[in-house]
């Protein structure tokens, strides 16, 4: 029988493009997913996608049943989120703090779709560099935090992981390597954020390992970074997703790190007497969602 999970996982294809991130969407292992899926083929004797296109191109069953998800699982989430506000109450207020700065690229059509969701909870960015984000939820100054760290005394909920990849200007000294190593960067100006160095992936778990002693001058603005480091000021180390666009037209160029490349995860921390809230476990929701669907390189942590 044709079931509201079945079209959540045809949806969940389209929107990610491929089976790995739709699994990962949907908190599937792939296997699971393969299975879920072949017997939604066995049963109407037809392929849903083409199995070698990418993105995903459906066949004319798949797009019928896409349809149908289209039409019923909208409804479906409307209802369940009315019965929340009957039980739970419909407004509240989100105050939002980034340790990850990069992240206001994606955050902001988070936001917008959050508040076609829930329009009577007030959702507001905390603004400002602060040293430490987690201290904003100890304070009380704010509700829900974004960033890399987490501690036990905060519900946390797992977002994704992403690659930091270093970044330089065409003509850089290093712009002709594969991938950087800790001594690549001695002697040169590091480029970042105005946080503390601990906050800084490549400085805590590769230079300062490593011993290397390099320069480093701080700007507010991702544009302004990148501006720096296109006019040879010096390098940067940047989440994929904030750089890409700048790369693909040749503004500047970017390197892995080490062997492996540097990985860092991405979550949402809150309060305890929030993590039941229902307008915050859809946040999250929508984040995974839309990060999933337009962010390259990414991946869901379950």
């Known amino acids: 029988m044709l079931e509201i999970r079945h079209l959540r996982t045809l949806s969940a294809l389209r929107s990610s493009g491929s089976l790995v991130k739709a699994a990962q969407?949907?908190?599937?292992?792939?296997?699971?997913?393969?299975?879920?899926?072949?017997?939604?083929?066995?049963?109407?004797?037809?392929?849903?996608?083409?199995?070698?296109?990418?993105?995903?191109?459906?066949?004319?069953?798949?797009?019928r049943l896409l349809r149908l998800a289209d039409m019923l699982l909208p409804e479906v989430e409307r209802a369940e989120r009315d019965v929340v506000r009957l039980t739970q109450g419909d407004t509240g207020q989100l105050r939002v703090a980034l340790e990850c700065h990069t992240c206001f690229d994606w955050l902001m059509p988070v936001m917008d779709e959050f508040r076609t969701r829930w329009p009577d909870v007030e959702i507001d960015l905390v603004s400002g560099f602060h040293s430490e984000p987690a201290d904003l939820l100890r304070n009380g100054a704010a509700d829900l935090v974004i960033g890399s760290d987490y501690s036990a005394e905060y519900t946390t909920f797992p977002l994704f992981r992403f690659e930091i990849l270093t970044v330089m200007a065409q003509k850089h000294r290093l712009a002709a390597q594969r991938r950087l190593l800790a001594q690549d960067f001695a002697g040169e100006t590091l480029i970042t954020y105005p946080v503390p160095e601990q906050r800084i992936d490549l400085i805590r778990e590769v230079l300062r390992p490593a011993g290397v002693e390099f320069q480093r001058r701080t700007a507010e603005l991702t544009v302004a970074i990148l501006q720096l480091v296109a006019s040879r000021r010096g390098v940067a180390a940047l989440p994929n997703w904030a750089i890409k666009n700048y790369v693909d037209y040749d503004y500047v160029v970017a390197r892995p790190v080490g062997e492996t490349g540097l990985w860092s995860d991405l979550?949402?921390?809150?309060?305890?007497?929030?993590?039941?809230?229902?307008?915050?476990?859809?946040?999250?929701?929508?984040?995974?969602?839309?990060?999933?669907?337009?962010?390259d390189g990414i991946k869901l942590l379950s």
Do not use: W
């Open 25 to 63: 969407l949907l908190n599937l292992t792939q296997s699971a997913l393969s299975h879920q899926i072949k017997l939604l083929e066995d049963r109407y004797g037809s392929p849903l996608f083409e199995r070698k296109s990418m993105p995903i191109g459906f066949t004319a069953t798949g797009e």
């Open 267 to 295: 979550f949402v921390s809150v309060p305890p007497a929030l993590q039941h809230k229902a307008y915050v476990t859809d946040f999250v929701n929508v984040i995974r969602e839309q990060c999933a669907a337009s962010l």
